[in-house]
């Protein structure tokens, strides 16, 4: 294995390995810190965590220990990945997580770039923008759990960390690899918040990112990375899964939201009232005996507009809503695989850790894209495909194409 990555939920962690599967690594996901060794044909190991909203202590034993099995597997370089949004609590796990993987790898100056130009997230000056608009005005200030209301990811950082935060501003990126270089150089311990607006200015900095042992970032980063060790791009393998389907979303983005609202055009859909699941009141069997009656893929939804979401969440608790609904999806997607159901399309990163914690897998191999970000993937030893899709990810007729890629669709 050359790259470790750890990664803070189930959507990153694929988006992260398609990068670098499509870069020509041999890429496996896996579910949480494996207890055996990785194949020897594995040169990219992507190990997904749910730590994104954890305790930071609990996040920060989960990362060290996931590292420290990356490292046994001979990983070289490891990537903390968090969401091109950057979103996490605003007390962490960012900064914490990343100094104490620094620590464990020697490092003291360790470069964070989560910018992703091909989904429309890019830094410049040291805030993020979400296409045209600052992070705070583009929908994630009203993410159920994780709001971001501050684009400059400086100040973000710098809540979350002991170590000075610095930053390389895109002038220095767009001056080539020897510029970027002397930047991250120096003798201070820092972590630097790097620009980048295009997909050029993301090869440069893995470029100049050859032989560090740490980098905190978004999937984008990793575009520049195989071919530092002499890996070529390659088409990726797939065999899919032609049984039946059904779209699971939990996340109330506004891209997932207008995805929902295109399929409920085309398929059948029931939405899942959040006080009803904290209430218990839906019947699992109920559910699955819906969903296998459906001539077409159908979808279960609880995406809802974010004031409904914060209305559920002052009469319950932000916590106990999120939990319920996590909870009935990950026992739905078991019951469901359990009674045929071959191809699983999900929306939202907790859902998505949800449901895979829920059908029990260990291993996820990575197929061929669905959209920038989101990859086919088929469960190591099953014959399950899904796609798990983070919040703001893919466009309007997504379920439809996840589905027909799911299959045999090239």
């Known amino acids: 294995m050359k790259i470790g990555v750890v990664a803070d939920d189930f959507t990153g962690a694929s988006d992260i390995a398609l990068t670098l599967a ?19 044909d594995v040169q990219a190991g992507v190990v997904a965590l749910k730590s994104r909203t954890a305790p930071v202590n609990e996040a920060i034993s989960q990362s060290l220990h996931a590292c420290d099995w990356l490292l046994e597997q ?36 360790v470069v964070v770039c989560p910018a992703f130009p091909e989904n429309g997230r890019s830094i410049y000056q040291g805030y ?30 710098a809540r979350q960390t002991q170590w000075p935060v610095e930053h390389i501003p895109l002038s ?7 510029s970027v270089a002397e930047a991250i150089a120096g003798d201070q311990r820092c972590m630097l918040i790097a620009d980048a607006v295009r997909d050029e200015d993301l090869v440069t900095l ?7 042992r740490l980098m905190t970032a978004g999937s984008g980063l990793a575009l520049g990375l195989p071919a530092n060790f002499g890996i070529a791009p390659s088409d990726i393998p797939w065999v899919g899964s032609n049984g039946a389907g059904v779209v699971l979303s939990g996340s109330c983005s506004i891209a997932t939201r207008e995805q929902v609202a295109n399929y409920r055009r085309v398929a059948p859909a029931q939405e899942l009232d959040a006080d009803e699941v904290v209430a218990g009141n839906y019947s699992l069997q109920a559910l699955v ?7 077409v893929p159908p979808l279960l939804f609880s995406s809802a507009d974010p004031d409904v979401v914060k209305a559920a969440q002052a009469k319950h608790g932000r916590q106990a809503v999120a939990s319920a609904i996590e909870e009935l999806f990950a026992n739905l997607a078991a019951a469901l695989s359990q009674s045929g159901v071959r191809r699983i399309v999900v929306a939202g990163g907790e859902t998505s850790g949800a449901v895979v914690s829920g059908l029990g897998v260990s291993g996820l191999e990575i197929g061929p ?9 088929k469960v190591v030893g099953q014959p399950l495909a899904l796609a798990l899709k983070s919040g703001n990810f893919g466009g309007p007729d997504f379920f439809v194409e ?3 890629r799911l299959g045999n669709a090239s």
């Open 22 to 40: 499509e870069g020509g690594m041999p890429t496996v996901q896996y579910v949480g810190v494996p207890k055996q060794a990785a194949g020897p």
């Open 172 to 178: 220095a990126v767009m001056s080539g690899v020897d």
């Open 74 to 109: 001979g990983a070289e370089q490891i990537i903390f990945k968090v969401c091109s949004t950057f979103d996490s609590t605003d007390a962490g796990n960012i900064g914490q997580v990343t100094e104490a993987l620094a620590e464990r790898l020697g490092e003291d100056r």
């Open 206 to 212: 893995g470029r100049a990112l050859k032989g560090r």
């Open 289 to 295: 005996e819906w969903v296998l009656k459906q001539e």
């Open 369 to 377: 894209r669905i959209a920038a970000g989101v990859p086919a993937l």
């Open 128 to 157: 993020l923008f979400v296409k045209d608009q600052l992070l705070s005005e583009s929908g994630m200030q009203n993410h159920p759990l994780t709001p971001m209301t501050d684009p400059d990811l400086r100040r973000v950082l």
């Open 402 to 404: 996840a589905l027909e």
